[in-house]
C-alpha cells in the first residue's frame, strides 16, 4: 500500500496534529505524516514533533511583508518535504484564494462546531449563548471563505447543564481526536471523494448511532 505523504500545519501545541502522528504509525494506515510546519517558532508542537524524529520547520508569518510572500515560502516547505495532502490542526491563519487554489481538493482541516453553525472563532461560547443542546467538530476540505468547505466527518457531544466553554472545548476535543484521523484516512485511501461540492464517502459506515440531548428517556 502507497502511503500518501502529509504535512501538518499548526500554531500551537497541536493536541490534533498528536493524534494524527500516532494514528500513522499503524501499518494498515493510508498515510503517513512527513512534517509539521508553524507560522509560531515557538509553537509547543514543533519541540513534540522533532522529539517523534519529525521534520519540524517554523516558517514564520511576521517575517513577510504580505499574506502571499509568506504562503510561497510555506509552499516550498511543504513542496521540499513531498507533501501530498495538507492537514491543518489548529493553524491560525486565514489562506489567501491563490494557496488554496494551489492545494484544491487535497488540504482539509477540523473546526470545533458543527458546520456551518458557528464558523470562525469563540465557538463554545455562541453555542453556550444560543442554548443549543448538541455541538461538535467537523472535517471538511479547505476553501476561500473561511469554514465553508465541503464536509467530510463530524462528530458530536451534549451540552451539559453548567457547561463553561472550556468544559465545552474539552469535550469536544476529546472527539476532534477520534474524528480527524478517521477523515485524514478517507481522504488519503480515496474512500472521501469530492464530487459537485461535496464529499461522497465511499466506504462501510456506521449509520445506527444516535445523540439525544437530553436523553431523559
Excluded at 500516532?22 to 512534517?35: F, L, N, S
Excluded at 458543527?114 to 472563532?121: D, E, F, N, R
Excluded at 451539559?160 to 472527539?175: E, F, K, N, Y
Aim: proline residues 5%.
Amino acid at each position: 500500500m502507497r502511503k500518501r505523504r502529509v504535512g501538518v500545519l499548526i500554531s500551537g501545541r497541536g493536541s490534533n496534529m498528536m493524534a494524527l502522528v500516532e494514528a500513522a504509525r499503524a501499518p494498515d494506515y493510508p498515510a503517513e505524516i512527513v512534517c509539521v510546519v508553524s507560522n509560531r517558532p515557538g509553537a509547543a508542537g514543533l519541540a513534540w514533533a522533532r522529539e517523534q524524529g519529525l521534520a519540524a520547520h517554523a516558517v514564520d508569518h511576521k517575517a513577510y511583508a504580505t499574506r502571499e510572500a509568506f504562503e510561497d515560502a510555506l509552499h516550498a516547505v511543504l513542496m521540499a518535504e513531498g507533501v501530498e495532502l495538507i492537514a491543518c490542526a489548529g493553524f491560525m491563519r486565514l489562506m489567501t484564494a491563490g494557496f488554496v487554489a494551489r492545494w484544491a481538493g487535497r488540504m482539509i482541516n477540523i473546526h470545533p462546531s458543527l458546520l456551518p453553525l458557528y464558523p470562525g472563532l469563540n465557538t463554545h461560547a455562541r453555542a453556550l449563548a444560543d442554548g443549543v443542546r448538541i455541538v461538535g467538530c467537523t472535517v471538511h476540505h479547505v476553501v476561500a471563505e473561511m469554514d465553508a468547505g465541503p464536509i467530510i466527518a463530524q462528530g458530536a457531544v451534549p451540552v451539559i447543564d453548567g457547561d463553561t466553554p472550556a468544559a465545552l472545548a474539552d469535550r469536544i476535543l476529546s472527539v476532534e481526536h477520534v474524528i480527524y484521523p478517521q477523515a485524514l484516512a478517507l481522504v488519503a485511501s480515496g474512500k472521501a471523494r469530492l464530487e459537485d461540492g461535496h464529499v461522497r464517502i465511499l466506504s462501510t459506515v456506521n449509520q445506527t448511532a444516535r445523540l439525544i440531548s437530553p436523553d431523559v428517556g
